[in-house]
């Protein structure tokens, strides 16, 4: 709904499954170590083919402002719940620790989300995004793993000089429940891209992702890749 302003109101809901994916029912393989305590253990990865879908219900409700010709917000506030949820048990059955997706019942979401652009001029635009949010249990209120309360990313778009365009995003995480850690440690990582437009058809890119070589995880036993660059080339027909 237009409230006028520039302001718009939008209020949905919806109800949607989420089938498991091939991996989640029939992946069987050997996947690294684990770290359990002072131990370092084999992580296995098996699939289960008895999972049922994951029934997941919304509702979101957001509001958009142009504040200005070159500044604009978007608040939305979110509520989802779970049924079935599709969630990774691991447990130690031996010399091993096995990593199993099961349907682990009901679950909640909440939270709200900032988004903010501004163009500080015809070649710049600054952009930032925040969540917060709750993730838990329905039934035991517990908090789930991985799923971190705070999310933060400020990216800057600029077109330089002789077609060259550049984007830099800085991303982070906050602490999050791990399998083996009552918290995974929270992160702070960099991407850059520089691209150069050769003519109207053919352009190239240079990725840099995670920059500056931040050793991290988002999840128990799954580090993240280092420093990691690559290339493309674009041709448009």
């Given at each position: 709904?237009?409230?006028?302003?520039?302001?718009t109101?939008?209020l949905?809901?919806?109800?949607?499954?989420?089938?498991?994916?091939?991996?989640?029912?029939?992946?069987?393989?050997?996947?690294?170590?684990?770290?359990?305590?002072?131990?370092?253990?084999?992580?296995?990865a098996?699939?289960n083919?008895?999972?049922?879908p994951?029934?997941?219900?919304?509702?979101?409700?957001?509001?958009a402002h142009?504040?200005?010709?070159?500044?604009?917000?978007?608040?939305?506030?979110?509520?989802?719940?779970s049924k079935?949820?599709?969630?990774?048990?691991?447990?130690?059955?031996?010399?091993?620790?096995l990593?199993?997706?099961?349907?682990?019942?009901?679950?909640?979401?909440?939270g709200v989300?900032?988004?903010?652009?501004k163009d500080?001029?015809?070649?710049?635009?600054?952009?930032?995004?925040?969540?917060?949010q709750r993730v838990?249990?329905k039934?035991?209120?517990?908090?789930?793993?991985y799923?971190?309360?705070?999310?933060?990313?400020?990216?800057?778009?600029?077109?330089?000089?002789?077609?060259?365009?550049?984007?830099?995003?800085?991303?982070?995480?906050?602490?999050r429940r791990?399998?083996?850690?009552?918290?995974?440690g929270?992160?702070?990582?960099?991407?850059l891209?520089l691209?150069?437009?050769?003519?109207k058809?053919?352009?190239?890119?240079?990725n840099?992702?995670?920059?500056?070589?931040?050793?991290?995880?988002e999840?128990?036993?799954?580090p993240m890749?280092?420093r990691?660059a690559?290339?493309?080339t674009t041709?448009?027909?």
């Amino acid at each position: 709904r237009d409230m006028g302003h520039g302001r718009t109101f939008r209020l949905s809901a919806g109800q949607a499954y989420r089938a498991p994916n091939y991996s989640e029912q029939y992946i069987n393989a050997d996947i690294g170590t684990a770290q359990v305590g002072p131990f370092t253990m084999p992580l296995r990865a098996q699939g289960n083919r008895d999972l049922e879908p994951e029934l997941i219900s919304s509702i979101e409700a957001a509001i958009a402002h142009n504040v200005s010709a070159t500044m604009r917000y978007d608040l939305t506030f979110y509520y989802n719940r779970s049924k079935d949820r599709i969630d990774r048990q691991v447990t130690i059955p031996g010399a091993f620790v096995l990593a199993q997706p099961v349907n682990e019942g009901r679950s909640i979401a909440r939270g709200v989300e900032l988004d903010m652009r501004k163009d500080i001029n015809e070649k710049t635009t600054l952009g930032f995004n925040y969540t917060f949010q709750r993730v838990y249990d329905k039934d035991t209120d517990e908090t789930l793993l991985y799923a971190p309360k705070h999310q933060i990313n400020f990216h800057v778009e600029a077109t330089l000089p002789c077609r060259w365009s550049a984007y830099w995003l800085t991303h982070y995480v906050s602490d999050r429940r791990g399998d083996f850690q009552d918290s995974l440690g929270s992160f702070v990582v960099h991407d850059l891209r520089l691209a150069r437009a050769v003519s109207k058809t053919v352009s190239f890119a240079v990725n840099v992702y995670n920059l500056f070589d931040k050793e991290y995880a988002e999840s128990d036993a799954y580090p993240m890749p280092e420093r990691t660059a690559t290339f493309e080339t674009t041709i448009k027909f």
